[in-house]
């Protein structure tokens, strides 16, 4: 199986608008991060997490031409706010879009003209499907089990897919969902910047979460410009962990 960052991002993105501080001023491009997504990949899947509002630049930067399928973290606007720009992959029939209930209400409200019975001309077309914690399904040869995760105060999923785990906004998890990421040996987890902060998990967070789950590999992904540079502020991870950039590719 491989994994593609397509983001590493935090909501806004890196550069940050209007910012001059080092790391927006940075011209390695490890340091240039659009908003977080990945791909996962085996022989015959492609399967796209998060679709936000970078997702037409990523796919025409990766050249994919197929996606089998869709997972869904949550309905904030940049982890979802490129689902309208799904429609050239639509041609071959309807993409599956997988999320819960509530964010499935969430997408019919913020784009209906996607979804009620007389669509605008060229809209995507695309089966919502909702899924919930624990409860695992698969898209072509990939299975998936969503673990429930806190985004402040606001309930999200994150996925395990075999020795992997993909888990992006996340402040808190309660204990019996630990055991859902037993074995794994890739973790990917959201580590936002040095600060505390109400809704997201900062570096040294992130870090003390990886060590619970006992991965072997750790990549912070949901990264803001106050993370640093990817080259010094890398060199201080453990020898285990290390912030994802965009464009890498690993095989899991």
């Not at 991060?33 to 630049?57: E, K, M």
């Not at 001309?121 to 909702?130: A, E, M, R, W």
Request: with cysteine; charged share 20%.
């Amino acid at each position: 199986m491989k994994l593609t960052f397509l983001g590493t991002g935090t909501s806004i993105g890196v550069p940050e608008m209007l910012c001059k501080c080092p790391t927006c001023l940075s011209d390695d491009p490890r340091d240039r991060r659009l908003r977080a997504s990945a791909l996962v990949q085996t022989d015959t899947t492609n399967i796209l997490i998060d679709c936000g509002p970078d997702f037409r630049q990523q796919m025409m930067r990766c050249g994919l031409e197929r996606i089998d399928g869709v997972l869904v973290t949550h309905e904030h606007y940049d982890h979802v706010g490129g689902i309208d720009d799904l429609r050239p992959f639509c041609a071959a029939g309807n993409v599956p879009v997988y999320a819960e209930r509530m964010v499935i209400e969430h997408l019919m409200e913020r784009i209906p003209y996607c979804f009620g019975k007389s669509k605008y001309p060229g809209t995507p077309s695309i089966d919502l499907i909702g899924i919930e914690p624990h409860r695992n399904f698969t898209v072509g040869d990939v299975s998936i089990t969503p673990i429930r995760v806190m985004h402040g105060m606001l309930p999200i999923v994150g996925f395990r897919i075999g020795k992997m785990a993909y888990i992006t906004d996340m402040k808190s998890i309660d204990e019996q969902e630990m055991k859902y990421l037993e074995g794994i040996d890739t973790l990917v987890v959201n580590a936002l910047h040095i600060k505390e902060h109400p809704t997201h998990q900062n570096v040294i967070q992130a870090v003390h979460f990886a060590e619970r789950t006992g991965a072997a590999h750790t990549w912070f992904i949901h990264m803001s410009h106050r993370v640093g540079m990817h080259a010094i502020a890398d060199a201080k991870l453990p020898d285990n962990m290390h912030f994802a950039y965009d464009n890498l590719k690993l095989e899991i």
